[in-house]
């Protein structure tokens, strides 16, 4: 790879040995990738949770503290995803103070490396929203997908030891979605119907995602007459993230890249339509079962509308199961000041924040409830969750609070 | 007796030799595996039940979140990981993830190299050459 001289001095080791260990992973990753060079990145996104960290995650991270501050201190602005747990209600979701104090020490060796402990996978709703062309270095594909889709920023999926190198050296390699070549439609896809819910867009993304295939495939869609808002985009875009590890979609006359479709030079791509029965099949692929343990509503962290709207749904109820609403730390003290956190907890139900459920050793937590049978409006949790036990069913918003006060899907 | 070499477009790590488990599905290390228990744990997966402890894992693609870039040093960390892994198609992700925990990364072949492999057979990976080589 091709550097210049700042950064050749970071991997001699004459800015001290974190960034040094920073740039010689970016340059391990960039050099199987192919990447020419580094780019400069002006914001990086951590994804941290401890399930994934272990003790041995948090003594690396530990380790990089040991040194002086000057040299272990991140260059750019470098936030974190959302935390494995809720500090003020870790206990109502059965995690040990073994689980508690590794967030703890996470947290702890994070400030002291300069990291904003935003705790949100929905930064770019809240926190500070890429702008177009800004190359960033994002992590949680959630992120990463809204940011280069709807946004128009360029990132890769940035794991955690990558980002945390990104905001250290203030460069990530430049390889995949940093190309303008490599951010070509791959594959053309197209509706004559449109989705009518949240869960609806996430199991169009799911489709998507899943028939596309692999990281470098990059889906457009027609026929989205009118953009859906953004709530809608972002579960469309992280349920195709998770399906398919897909890290950038255009949808024709809505995304940036795509306002016109002459633009795009569709035409040597066949057209794939995709109907509503095949996204209903995929949502109906989930639904083994009406009886429900437990409903969450998470995966991404929910904005201050779809607080609102689950407030509305919960408003009068009285809840025979638990439901989980899982907002970031930046919209949880709006939620309070607008009275929808009251009206959710006095039927019944609670509100964590600054965590993702899937994160928060989902496993243990099920073995400790006693919760397997789990419903959600979110594709994105109901794809992940099957692997951590849970039989996981996808339903509207309104289907999963009525279950919460019968325990059955109607 | 040595079987048929197949050239990869991109490689890491150290040179491997470990029987292999293959099959034509993607990978996830929050996605699909137990890490406690060191087994495939998601039910539809095709290699569900099977365990990766000091396997050579052949799949068809990277799949899913960010996490695998941390479990793969936590899983190596617990003696309870994959000797190396090979894909069709890799993520930054998994890439991320075999660097900073050093393990062995193959991807990208001129052929379905899931359709060539069969799981049993015993591998050597030789990243400096990027090459899959087919032992028995």
Redesign the interface.
């Known amino acids: 790879m091709r550097l210049n001289e700042e950064e050749k001095a970071m991997l001699a080791g004459e800015t001290g040995p974190v960034r040094q260990e920073a740039l010689r ?1 970016q340059v ?2 960039g ?4 990447a020419e060079d580094l780019v400069a990145v002006s914001q990086a996104h951590i ?3 401890t ?7 948090v003594e ?1 991270l530990e380790s990089l503290t040991k040194h002086p501050g000057k040299e272990r201190v991140v260059r750019i602005p470098t936030i974190t995803d959302p935390r494995g747990t809720d500090f003020n209600k870790a206990r109502q979701l059965g995690q040990t103070e073994k689980m508690i104090e590794l967030e703890r020490r996470t947290v702890a060796a994070f400030i002291k490396l300069g990291v904003t402990m935003t705790d949100t996978c929905i930064n770019y709703q809240t926190i500070m929203a890429p702008v177009f062309g800004e190359h960033v270095a994002f ?3 959630g992120v990463v997908i809204y940011s280069n889709s709807i946004c128009g920023a360029r990132s ?7 980002a945390l190198a990104a905001g250290l050296t203030g460069r990530t390699p430049r390889y ?1 979605y940093h190309l303008e070549q490599h951010r070509r439609p791959t594959r053309r896809f197209r509706i004559n119907w449109r989705p009518q819910s949240l869960n609806e867009w996430g199991a169009l993304g799911g489709f998507i995602g899943r028939s596309s ?4 495939s990059v889906p457009v869609l027609e026929g989205v007459e009118a953009s859906p808002g953004s709530d809608a985009l972002k579960h469309f875009g992280a349920a195709m ?2 399906f ?2 897909t ?1 950038l979609f255009h949808v024709v006359g809505v995304t940036p890249e795509a306002i016109h479709a002459r633009d795009l030079k569709l035409d040597a791509l066949p057209v794939e339509d995709i109907s509503r029965a095949d996204v209903l099949a995929l949502q109906g692929s989930y639904r083994v079962t009406d009886e429900v343990d437990v409903v969450v509503f998470s995966a991404p962290q929910l904005s201050l509308m779809e607080m609102r709207d689950v407030a509305a749904l919960c408003d009068g109820r009285k809840f025979k199961i638990p439901l989980l609403a899982v907002t970031s730390p930046q919209v949880k003290p709006d939620s309070d000041r607008m009275g929808y956190t009251e009206i959710i907890e006095a039927a019944g139900g609670t509100v964590f924040a600054g965590m993702c459920f899937y ?1 928060s050793y989902a ?1 243990e937590i099920a073995e400790t409830n006693g919760w397997k049978r789990l419903a959600t409006n979110s594709a994105k949790m109901v ?2 969750l ?2 951590y ?1 849970y039989t996981p069913i996808l339903a509207s918003m309104e289907e999963c609070v009525a279950a919460a006060e019968t325990g059955r899907l109607a | 007796m040595n079987g048929p070499v197949y050239i990869a477009r991109h490689a890491m790590g150290k040179m491997v030799e470990a029987e292999c488990l293959c099959a034509n599905d993607g990978f996830s290390a929050r996605y699909d595996l137990n890490r406690l228990e060191g087994k495939f744990s998601r039910p539809a997966h095709k290699l569900f039940g099977e365990s990766y402890h000091g396997k050579i894992l052949v799949l068809d693609t990277a799949k899913g979140g960010v996490a695998s870039a941390w479990m793969l040093y936590e899983m190596k960390s617990r003696n309870l990981f994959p000797a190396a892994i090979v894909f069709n198609s890799v993520n930054p992700i998994l890439a991320q993830g075999a660097a900073h925990a050093g393990i062995t990364m193959l991807a990208g072949f001129d052929v379905n190299i899931t359709e060539k492999i069969s799981s049993g057979a015993r591998l050597r990976l030789d990243p400096s050459g990027k090459t899959v080589q087919v032992l028995d």
Do not use: C, K
Not at chain 1, 31 to 34: A, L, N
Not at chain 1, 51 to 57: K, P, Q, W, Y
Not at chain 1, 156 to 162: A, K, L, V
Not at chain 1, 213 to 216: C, H, I, L
């Open positions: 992973h391990q990753v050099e199987f990738f192919g994804m941290a949770d399930e994934s960290l272990g003790e041995a995650g690396w992590g949680d594909t890769n999926f940035e794991g955690g030891p990558s995949g295939g692999n990281y470098w993230a998770s398919g590890s890290a994160q496993r794809n992940i099957g692997g036990g």
